[in-house]
């Protein structure tokens, strides 16, 4: 069995957490927040036969799209109302796939 660790912006949570259910896999929901652009994320944790993985791998990257974002410049050398904005990537998911040793849902 494998615990799979997907965190995602919250932008995707709703996506990914339906297309989870329509193919019969459960998540928890956990809110999180970090990332260089502090933005809210959401940390999914998914239980899963071993044989399973590869498609919830899938799900998360048809789900989890990388997208281009403009964000404000922050500097203190130049004056907010001069600055403008830059393009950044965001997106897309960070997974982490760990073996479980045991699991219990009591």
């Known amino acids: 069995m494998k615990l799979i660790l997907a965190v995602v912006e919250d932008d995707d949570a709703a996506r990914l957490m339906d297309a989870l259910i329509e193919n019969d896999f459960s998540a928890t929901k956990l809110a999180s927040t970090g990332g260089?652009?502090?933005r809210g994320n959401t940390?999914?944790?998914?239980?899963?036969?071993?044989?399973?993985?590869s498609h919830v791998l899938e799900i998360?990257?048809?789900?989890?799209?990388?997208?281009?974002?403009?964000?404000?410049?922050?500097?203190?050398?130049?004056p907010a109302s001069m600055s403008l904005p830059i393009e950044v990537e965001s997106g897309g998911a960070t997974v982490f796939v760990l073996s479980?040793?045991?699991?219990h849902k009591v």
């Open 43 to 53: 940390t999914l944790l998914i239980g899963v036969d071993d044989d399973r993985v």
């Open 100 to 103: 479980v040793d045991q699991f």
């Open 36 to 38: 260089f652009l502090l």
């Open 60 to 78: 998360i990257s048809q789900t989890c799209v990388r997208r281009k974002r403009l964000v404000p410049q922050t500097s203190t050398e130049i």
